[in-house]
């Protein structure tokens, strides 16, 4: 069925190393494709997003691919900084109408 | 920047009680959006309206109903609150093809 999910549901990082974290999607036709970053006691915030005729986008300090052929989106953190620790969210558009699928999250936990 | 206010960030209401949940935005987007979030779960739709008056059924509406008379608002109701309708709820608001924004969201517990 239609469905986002995450390989990993926690990933430590060391401060000053790059993140990666991974996302798998299942319906070929999604077109539309969202990062989010949420911190204990906010609402998920919008981070990047790219759509299905591109394959990369780069942002200030992140990075999305897009690999249609796998259905499988990335986010990549550069110089991953303590202010990154959050859980985040890969979400899905299929362009029927605006409802965006969620992925259950990945946790990222930043080492000193 | 886009700014979605929900009314209460925590709330305490008791079963059987109506709850009414309020959030406004300030950005004239035509659609808003209500989730619940839970542990293990993700974010889930319960309901989300693409104009005044308009409304549409999420994945899961038991137990919810919502009310859009205005464009910047968008409130959703517990008929009849139950102890499984206690969660994190965040409202989003967004354009078509663009991303959903997010308030800050309404922590519910119901007694």
């Known amino acids: 069925g239609e469905s986002v999910g995450l390989h990993l549901p926690t990933l430590s990082v060391q401060e000053g190393d790059n993140s990666i974290i991974n996302c798998a999607y299942s319906?070929?036709?999604?077109?539309?494709f969202i990062w989010y970053k949420q911190e204990s006691g906010k609402g998920p915030q919008f981070i990047i997003d790219?759509?299905?005729?591109?394959d990369k986008r780069q942002g200030q300090r992140v990075t999305v691919l897009l690999n249609k052929t796998v259905k499988h989106l990335s986010l990549q953190i550069a110089a991953t900084q303590p202010g990154d620790s959050a859980v985040y969210f890969c979400?899905?558009?299929?362009?029927?109408?605006?409802?965006?699928?969620f992925g259950k999250g990945t946790r990222l936990h930043i080492l000193p | 920047d886009v700014k979605v206010t929900q009314s209460s960030r925590y709330l305490v209401k008791r079963t059987g009680e109506k709850v009414f949940l309020e959030c406004v935005q300030d950005?004239?987007?035509?659609?808003m959006f209500w989730y619940r979030q839970d542990p293990g779960l993700g974010l889930r739709l319960i309901y989300f309206?693409?104009?005044?008056?308009?409304?549409e059924k999420g994945d899961i509406p038991e137990g919810y109903s919502v009310s859009r008379e205005k464009k910047e608002r968008f409130s959703l109701i517990l008929e009849s609150a139950s102890t499984n309708q206690t969660s994190m709820y965040l409202c989003?608001?967004?354009?078509?093809?663009?991303?959903?924004?997010f308030g800050d969201g309404t922590r519910l517990s119901i007694l």
């Open positions: 979400a899905e558009n299929i362009g029927r109408d605006d409802k965006i699928i």
């Open positions: 790219i759509r299905s005729n591109m």
């Open positions: 309206s693409y104009d005044v008056k308009m409304k």
């Open positions: 989003a608001t967004g354009q078509r093809n663009q991303p959903q924004h």
């Open positions: 950005m004239d987007h035509e659609n």
């Open positions: 319906n070929s036709a999604s077109d539309y």
